[in-house]
């Protein structure tokens, strides 16, 4: 039932805003009163939260076993283009802050992969590693709103490869600069 209120709202989403949308037009659509409605969810920003958790869930689900951002970051971009709609009117919305959870939840679960594979062998704290992760997830994730907010115009592929050329190698980098403030005379 969860999906069908969720499939119902995306679908009203390509008709009307998300502050046009009432529970009542969800459960009509849906033949059901709203205290099925209210089983599930607490109002619609609730519904919107829950597609944004379960996109993310598959999301990584799908691509769990690779060793490159990337992917990750491609397909939290199409994933973004192909629900448009909800992406757009959520960003609009006072609850703007859904889509910057999933996109930090999603893209900070990645960005840690990329920076604990890189600092094998390295001494840094887990401090410094998490303060890179966060620092590259709300890089990322800055542009990606900034992409939400101007109409998602540009295509996935050229966001994330310009994205790619810019930071290559800079995961290491930030490490190595951590490292060597770690062992200002030198490593022993």
């Known amino acids: 039932m969860k999906e069908k209120f969720a499939d119902v709202l995306m679908e009203m989403l390509e008709l009307k805003t998300l502050d046009k949308i009432t529970i009542k037009d969800i459960?009509?659509?849906?033949?059901?009163?709203?205290?099925?409605?209210?089983?599930?969810?607490n109002d619609i920003y609730d519904i919107v939260e829950w597609i944004f958790l379960t996109a993310a869930e598959n999301i990584l689900k799908e691509f769990s076993d690779i060793d490159s951002w990337q992917f990750g970051y491609r397909s939290l971009m199409f994933w973004s283009k192909n629900h448009k709609a909800l992406v757009i009117?959520?960003?609009?919305?006072?609850?703007?802050?859904?889509?910057?959870?999933?996109?930090t939840t999603v893209l900070y679960r990645y960005i840690v992969k990329v920076v604990e594979s890189q600092a094998v062998d390295m001494d840094v704290t887990p401090t410094q590693k998490e303060f890179i992760?966060?620092?590259?997830t709300l890089a990322f994730v800055s542009i990606s709103l900034d992409w939400i907010r101007r109409g998602m115009i540009e295509e996935p592929d050229d966001i994330v490869n310009q994205i790619e050329i810019l930071v290559k190698g800079d995961f290491r980098k930030a490490l190595l600069n951590f490292e060597e403030s770690n062992f200002p005379e030198g490593k022993p």
């Open 27 to 41: 459960v009509t659509k849906c033949g059901v009163s709203r205290q099925a409605f209210y089983y599930y969810f």
């Open 89 to 103: 009117n959520s960003y609009k919305s006072i609850q703007r802050e859904y889509i910057e959870n999933f996109m």
């Open 133 to 136: 992760s966060k620092y590259f």
